[in-house]
C-alpha cells in the first residue's frame, strides 16, 4: 500500500501569522504593556473593553490574554505557547476560551444562555468569554449583560471587542477598563509585512509590499490579505498611476484628462463610489504630506511623490476638492448614474469657471490677482503720491501754477497739457463792487475777481471794506491726499494717470454712457452732479470725448467742473478721458400753441439777435439759485456755519 501524506489545508497570511504572545502584537506598546504588567503582578480587571479600527489586533490581543491567564508556564507575563493550555486555545479547542459573535447572537436568550453558564467551572484557572462586536448586542442584552458584567463569578473574566464604542452603552463602558487599538503606521506595517513575506518565503518586491501598506490603511488583517492576493496572482495590479492622472489633471486644470482617467478607471471595474473613495484618500495623503508629514500612511518614495504632486496642486485646491468629492459621494447614494455625480464635481474643480461656489470664486480670483500683480500699472493715489515727493518746494504763487508743478513732476513720458482756462463769471452772478475805504488802496484784478460763495454773502454788505488780504499760497497737502479744496481747480486726470493710458483702450460712446449712468455720476459732489445730470455724452473718437449740454450758460457752468468729472472718468476707465463739453446740437421740437410760456424757446430771436435767449436767461437764473442752495448746504458742517449757530444774530462779513 501507498504511503498517503496528509495534506495540510491552506491558510491564509492573517490567520498563519496571527500573533501568539504580547511581543508580537505590532503597533499596539500601551495595550500590551499595561495587560502584561496586570498579568504579571495579578491584577488583572474582571472586564476589558476593546475597541479600535478592524484589524487592529483586538481578538488576537484577547486570546493572548486567555493563555496568559491559563499558561502554567509564565515569563514575565507572556504565555510560553507550549504547555497544554497554549496549544489547546490556538487551536480553539479549550473549554477556558468562550467566544461569542454578537452580531449573529445579540438577542436577550443569548445573554440570558452566556450568563446561566458563566458561573460553571472550566479545567483551566480562568475562564474568559470573549464577545466579538458587542455594539450590535439590543438593549434588552445589554441589560441583561450588566449584572453579570459587574459582578462575575471569580474565576471569569470578560473581554467585549468593538469597532464603534460609541455604540456601547455607557452602562457596559463604566463596568470595564477601556482599551482603544490604534491603526498601525505606514513604517510598522511595512516592517510587518517584509517579514511576513520572509518567513512565508513569498516571491513578491517591495512594490507588492508598497502597494499592500496602502490599501491596507492602516489595517494589518487588510495588508496582509492583500499581500496574499498579490502573491497568488504573481502581478501588482496598482490603480495608483490612473489615481495620479486624476489629481494631475486637476493641478494643470485638464477637464478632458481627468474625465478619460475615470473612464479608464470605471472600465476597468471600480465603481464610482470607491473611486471617489480611493482619490479623497489619496488627496488625503498628499494633503498630510504637505502640512503634516508624520501623519502620512504611505512610506519610501512614494511620500515624496505626493508630496511634490500637492504641491502642484495647492492647499487650497486639496480642501476644496476633498469637500466637493465627499458631497459628491453623499450624493451617489439616490443618484441614478452615480458616475455622473462624479465628473460633474471634476469639472468643476477642474474648470472653476463653471462653479459658483463662493470657493471657486476665491480660487479665480486668487489666480487673477496673481496673474496682474506684477503688471498692474500705477493707480491715480500712487502718482499723486509720487508728485507729492518728487514737486519743488511751493512757493507764493497761484494755486494753478503750484498744481501745474506738481503735475509736472509726475514722469508722463509726454508733455504736460496746459491747463484749461479758467471760465468767466457769468454776468448776472458778479457782485456789485464795494466802494473802498479812502485810504485803501485800489484793489488790483485778482482782488476784484469773486470768489467761492461771494454770491451767497452779497446779502450783507459792509460799509467799509477793509484792505484786501494778499493771496496766500494754498495748502497742497490735500493734493497728495487724493482731496482738493472746493475754491481750486482739479488737475486734469491726464496729468496724474498717464502710466495707465497705454494699457486701457479709450472706451467708445456706448461705454461711457453705461459708465457714466451705473458708476460715475453716482461718485460726483451735488453740485456737479445737479449740472451734469442734464446733459448726455454724443460722440467719442479714441482721444477726446464730446459732452452735450442743453445752452451755452449750461455749458459755462459744467466747465467749472469738468476737470472732477474727467477725473471720475479717469479712476471708472483706468485712463484720461479728456472732456469737451459742447451745446447739444439736437433739434428742438417746435412747442405748441400757448406753450412757449410755460416751456420757453431755446431758439433766439431774429428780430434780437444781441438779446440774451430766454431759455438761457431762464437757465441762469434756475442754476444761480440751485448753486446757492447747493453752497450753503456744503458748509452747513463748517466752523463758519457751526460759529453762527453759536451765535445768534452775528453776520459774516466779507
Not at 444562555?113 to 484557572?125: F, H, K, Q, T
Not at 456789485?432 to 461771494?454: F, H, M, Q, Y
Not at 486734469?492 to 461711457?512: I, K, M, N, Y
Not at 442734464?534 to 467749472?560: K, S, Y
Request: hydrophobic share 40%.
Amino acid at each position: 500500500m501507498a504511503d498517503v501524506t496528509e495534506e495540510v489545508p491552506y491558510q491564509s497570511l492573517y490567520r498563519r501569522f496571527r500573533p501568539s504572545t504580547f511581543a508580537e502584537v505590532r503597533g499596539q506598546d500601551h495595550v500590551v504593556l499595561a495587560l502584561r504588567n496586570a498579568v504579571r503582578d495579578g491584577r488583572v480587571a474582571h472586564a476589558y473593553l476593546f475597541s479600535g479600527p478592524r484589524g487592529t489586533g483586538k481578538t488576537s490581543t484577547a486570546r493572548i490574554l486567555a493563555k496568559a491567564l491559563n499558561c502554567t508556564d509564565l515569563h514575565d507575563g507572556e504565555p510560553c505557547g507550549v504547555c497544554p493550555s497554549c496549544v489547546e486555545i490556538t487551536r480553539g479547542t479549550s473549554m477556558d476560551v468562550h467566544e461569542l459573535d454578537a452580531a449573529s447572537n445579540n438577542g436577550v436568550d443569548a445573554m440570558r444562555d452566556l450568563v446561566s453558564r458563566a458561573a460553571l467551572g472550566s479545567p483551566g484557572r480562568q475562564k474568559v468569554y470573549i464577545v466579538d462586536e458587542v455594539h450590535m448586542l439590543s438593549t434588552a442584552a445589554s441589560n441583561a449583560l450588566l449584572k453579570t458584567l459587574e459582578e462575575p463569578p471569580a474565576h471569569v473574566v470578560f473581554v467585549l471587542a468593538t469597532t464603534d464604542p460609541q455604540k456601547v452603552l455607557p452602562t457596559i463602558r463604566s463596568r470595564t477598563q477601556h482599551f482603544e487599538f490604534r491603526l498601525l503606521g505606514p513604517d510598522t506595517l511595512s516592517a510587518l509585512l517584509a517579514q511576513v513575506r520572509d518567513d512565508a518565503h513569498l516571491d513578491v518586491g517591495d512594490e507588492a509590499l508598497d502597494l499592500a501598506v496602502r490599501r491596507g490603511r492602516g489595517s494589518a488583517r487588510d495588508a496582509l490579505s492583500i499581500l496574499d492576493q498579490v502573491a497568488a496572482s504573481d502581478t501588482v495590479d496598482d490603480d495608483l498611476p490612473e489615481l495620479d492622472e486624476v489629481v494631475e489633471a486637476l493641478a494643470e486644470r485638464d477637464v478632458e484628462r481627468a474625465l478619460v482617467a475615470v473612464a479608464h478607471l470605471t472600465s476597468a471595474g471600480f465603481s464610482p463610489q470607491q473611486l471617489t473613495v480611493d482619490l479623497v484618500d489619496h488627496l488625503r495623503q498628499g494633503f498630510l504630506a504637505l502640512v503634516a508629514p508624520d501623519l502620512v500612511t504611505v512610506a519610501g518614495a512614494e511620500r515624496d511623490v505626493l508630496a511634490a504632486q500637492a504641491g502642484r496642486v495647492g492647499i487650497a485646491t486639496l480642501v476644496r476638492a476633498m469637500e466637493d468629492l465627499g458631497r459628491a459621494q453623499i450624493g451617489m447614494r439616490d443618484a441614478p448614474d452615480p458616475r455622473v455625480n462624479l465628473e460633474v464635481a471634476l469639472v468643476r474643480l477642474a474648470h472653476p469657471e463653471a462653479d459658483d461656489s463662493p470657493a471657486a470664486l476665491l480660487a479665480r480670483i486668487e489666480r487673477l490677482e496673481q496673474t496682474a500683480g506684477s503688471t498692474a500699472p500705477p493707480t491715480r493715489a500712487a502718482a499723486v503720491d509720487a508728485a507729492a515727493t518728487t514737486a519743488p518746494p511751493a512757493t507764493p504763487s497761484s494755486t494753478g501754477a503750484a498744481l501745474a508743478a506738481r503735475a509736472a513732476a509726475v514722469p508722463t513720458g509726454r508733455p504736460a497739457p496746459e491747463p484749461p482756462p479758467e471760465p468767466e463769471p457769468p454776468r448776472d452772478e458778479v457782485p456789485e463792487p464795494v466802494p473802498p475805504a479812502p485810504d485803501a488802496p485800489t484793489p488790483g484784478p485778482a482782488a476784484s475777481r469773486p470768489t467761492v460763495g461771494a454770491h451767497r454773502r452779497r446779502a450783507a454788505p459792509v460799509a467799509d471794506a477793509p484792505e484786501a488780504p494778499q493771496a496766500e499760497t494754498p495748502d497742497l497737502a490735500p493734493v497728495a491726499e487724493g482731496v482738493l479744496p472746493p475754491s481750486e481747480p482739479i488737475p486734469h486726470p491726464s496729468e496724474v494717470s498717464a502710466p495707465a493710458a497705454s494699457s486701457a483702450p479709450f472706451p467708445t460712446r456706448d461705454q461711457l454712457v453705461q459708465a457714466w449712468g451705473d458708476q460715475v455720476i453716482g461718485r460726483l459732489r451735488p453740485k456737479a452732479k445737479a449740472l451734469f445730470q442734464a446733459g448726455r455724452f454724443v460722440g467719442a473718437d479714441g482721444t477726446r470725448a464730446e459732452f452735450g449740454l442743453p445752452n451755452e450758460i449750461h455749458r459755462n457752468r459744467c466747465e467749472e467742473m469738468r476737470p472732477e468729472v474727467e477725473a471720475a472718468l479717469a479712476d471708472q476707465f483706468g485712463r484720461p478721458i479728456p472732456l469737451t463739453l459742447v451745446v447739444d446740437g439736437a433739434p428742438t421740437p417746435t412747442p405748441a400753441p400757448g406753450a412757449a410760456d410755460d416751456e420757453g424757446d431755446d431758439r433766439p430771436d431774429p428780430a434780437a439777435p444781441s438779446a440774451v435767449r430766454p431759455s438761457e436767461a431762464d437757465a441762469d437764473e434756475d442754476l444761480s439759485a440751485f448753486d446757492d442752495d447747493l453752497e450753503v448746504a456744503e458748509i452747513d458742517n463748517s466752523a463758519e456755519a457751526r460759529l453762527l449757530q453759536a451765535f445768534p444774530g452775528a453776520e459774516e462779513v466779507v
